[in-house]
């Protein structure tokens, strides 16, 4: 990939984006919202790769793939009209799906098309997928991070707006109410992933992302996520209780430690 690749790339994309019709406000608040996340990603990927990457094509490549990994939401949405994947569609496998059928990457080789496909595909996974060669599984957990920095900032800002200004799909649907579940929690003091299936209500998809903080991969990582404030945020409001600033506590120890290294 060289940077003309990357420039068409990211002129198709929002044209792409635009070429689904809004019917009300609140539609166009939901592709606006995943368009304007695709953009950061691209940007996290490229912050973390000229960490870790030394070359420059693979860098290119880094940042089509934050561009490209959300593809899958905008038919999605169209669709199903929620981003809930068990109510709908996978949207990784979808996206993959929609560069293969829209040649986006016609012009690259068929190597850093694979590289790209894949990681679209499986960005979303609960866990890397066994068997993936080393460079797949490099770029994959790059998305990954750069995924997860940017859900933070999501939904920081979606908790703080009053709940009439909030984007429609991005809660999945799940009620604002002051409870929350104790084998989500349990999942972050024990230093796990919860799982979509288990969540009840707001509170838990807020201590659920809080728990991907023990799925990022690469120091810079933990460094920008610090930086950035978007996981103090996300904490601040949760209900102020012992248990979950327990929780916290081992989370922000390891995030230190990490972001150290």
Known sequence: MDSLDLL????????????????TEEEQKNFA??????????????????T???????????????????IGRF?????????????????GRLGA???????VLGTLPPHEQELIL??????????????LDPEKKFFLKMIRDADKLDIWRVFAE????????????????????PEYSDNVLVCLTEKRLSRLSDLKTLNDFGIMQLSWVYDLNFPVSFR??????????????????????????????????RASQ
């Not at 894949?118 to 068997?131: C, K, L, M, S, T």
Request: charged fraction near 25%.
């Open 8 to 23: 068409n790339l990211q002129q198709w994309f929002p044209r792409y984006c635009r070429s689904f019709p809004s019917a």
């Open 33 to 50: 919202l995943k368009e304007l996340h695709s953009l950061k990603v691209s940007a996290n990927m490229l912050s973390i790769a000229q």
């Open 52 to 70: 870790v990457l030394q070359n420059r094509n693979k860098v290119l490549i880094a940042e089509a793939i934050g561009l490209l990994h959300d």
């Open 75 to 91: 038919p999605q949405y169209a669709q199903y009209r929620t981003f809930r994947d068990s109510d709908s569609i996978n949207h």
């Open 97 to 103: 799906e929609v560069i293969t059928e829209k040649n």
């Open 118 to 131: 894949d990681a679209v595909r499986f960005h979303n996974a609960y866990a890397i997928p066994e068997g």
């Open 158 to 177: 979606y908790y703080e707006k009053d709940s009439s200004e909030r984007e429609s799909a991005a809660g999945l649907g799940l009620p604002d109410r």
């Open 224 to 257: 920008l996520a610090a930086e950035r404030g978007h996981i103090d945020r996300i904490i601040s409001i949760l209900p102020q209780a012992e248990d979950i600033s327990r929780a916290v506590s081992i989370l922000r120890q390891h995030m230190n430690n």
